[in-house]
């Protein structure tokens, strides 16, 4: 029966991305304006939104809330995104709210998948009685399908160039669409660092009478220690104390430090976190397929750093590693190939080039990028040959590493965890 659910909810994908506000609107109000009846934190933001997501969501459960969590995409699963205490939407839940919501909207509106998984996980987070819910924006904000919500605090983590021809071709452009998630009176969050993106986030909040706090004004961070499991990091500012995050990467500390400003902000609209649940939800807060080590010897980092400003963000990382033997890489054909190739290809000895499940770049283009840095390229369109040719290759104290397509990552993740 869920076979039958997934090949309904992913043949929504052939009415494309429309983006706009008023069939979203059309189906809530038809099931009876879900989004309402619970709290909620809006996260937008070019990268981070998924891992400040978790981060927030497994503290409010340490603080003893129950707590929907819906992101965007899946790894491996669908089920992974719609998620209370952590537990997946099951696929009996989610054949029976699929079936529920189309003989409801029946001939009335017809929903793209974004719009139909939306309505979806807000019904979800309603039947199970959520406390409150962390909403991951699909794209952009202003038009996106979660921007029905009014949320109690919402997060901009960063702005950088990415779905340019739905968004706009510059960071003003794309800062301008992620700015419309600020509701009047609300609370913002963000990350960004661009003086003048910061003064266009000010302006907006000025005029909506909300509030804009700037993490890294309102809670320094200075990294004092990590390894292959964790690091640990020490704040000052409005949350002060030493706390361990599993996620590595200088940019899951601020991604950390973000959902901190926000959990320690909704003690404003009632919501009670306790230092201590900060301090446990972070040292919980797993999430795949981000710098995740899935072996140590050798040395296999999975990481879905599916755009520029997440590459740069990885080969931050991966810089301070020895022996960078071997990379295996695969992009979605509307991603910025060449920026990404530029930055972490010439990190690496050779590279094997394949393909994700869901809009894959040919191998072959990938292949004439990847030579204009190194000699040694290869293409093998699947990723269980390519990862168990690049098994074969790599000696025990050398570094692999799989990154890319989201969708890709997710295969290779399932394929690895399989085989290691």
């Known amino acids: ?62 603080a003893g809330y129950k707590v929907g969590l819906y ?58 009685k959520v406390d409150i819910a962390v909403v991951e924006v699909g794209l952009g904000g202003r038009l996106d399908a979660t921007n029905v919500l009014n949320p109690l605090v919402g997060v901009i983590t960063n702005i950088g160039l990415e779905h340019e021809q739905h968004l706009g071709d510059t960071l003003e452009k794309i800062a301008k669409e992620k700015a419309e998630i600020i509701k009047q009176g609300s609370v913002i969050v963000t990350a960004e660092k661009e003086k003048n993106i910061l003064d266009y ?10 509030e804009l706090f700037v993490v890294q004004e309102k809670l320094p961070f200075k ?26 990467g200088d940019h899951q500390l601020e991604n950390a430090c973000t959902a901190m400003l926000a959990l320690h902000l909704l003690d404003k609209k009632g919501v009670s976190v306790p230092k201590e649940a900060i301090q ?21 980092i999975v990481d879905g750093a599916h755009n520029a400003a997440g590459m740069m963000a990885l080969c931050n990382y991966i810089k301070k590693l020895p022996k960078r033997k071997l990379l295996v890489l695969g992009i979605s054909k509307d991603k910025n190939i060449t920026e990404m190739m530029k930055l972490v290809v010439p990190l690496f000895e050779e590279v094997i080039v394949t393909q994700g499940n869901f809009k894959p770049t040919d191998t072959s283009v990938l292949a004439t990028e990847g030579r ?49």
């Not at 992913?10 to 069939?23: C, P, S, T, V």
């Not at 939407?89 to 998984?117: G, M, N, R, S, Y």
């Open 1 to 62: 029966m869920i076979h039958k659910t997934l090949g309904y909810l992913y043949g929504l994908r052939r009415f494309g991305m429309k983006l706009g506000l008023e069939a979203t609107q059309k189906v809530v109000e038809i099931l009876g304006n879900p989004q309402k009846e619970f709290k909620s934190i809006h996260i937008a933001g070019t990268n981070g939104k998924s891992s400040t997501a978790v981060m927030i969501a497994r503290v409010l459960q340490e």
């Open 71 to 128: 992101t965007s995409p899946h790894l491996v699963k669908f089920n992974e995104r719609i998620q209370v205490n952590g537990e997946k939407i099951t696929d009996e839940e989610l054949v029976q709210l699929t079936d529920l919501i189309k003989d409801k909207l029946a001939d009335k509106v017809q929903p793209t998948f974004f719009e139909f998984t939306t309505a979806l996980a807000f019904l979800h987070f309603v039947h199970k």
């Open 372 to 420: 204009k840095y190194i000699k040694i390229v290869h293409e093998l369109p699947k990723i269980e040959d390519a990862l168990l040719a690049a098994h074969e290759s790599v000696e025990k104290d050398e570094l692999l590493l799989v990154t890319g397509s989201i969708y890709m990552v997710g295969d290779a993740l399932a394929a690895l965890k399989k085989n290691i």
């Open 223 to 248: 990294k004092v220690a990590e390894n292959f499991d964790h690091q640990e990091f020490e704040v000052s500012g409005l949350v002060e104390g030493k706390f361990s995050l599993p996620l590595l």
């Open 280 to 300: 446990k939800g972070l040292k919980g807060a797993k999430f795949s397929g981000r710098l995740e080590v899935v072996s140590k010897e050798p040395l296999i």
């Open 201 to 210: 986030f000010a302006k907006i909040c000025k005029e909506r009478d909300a």
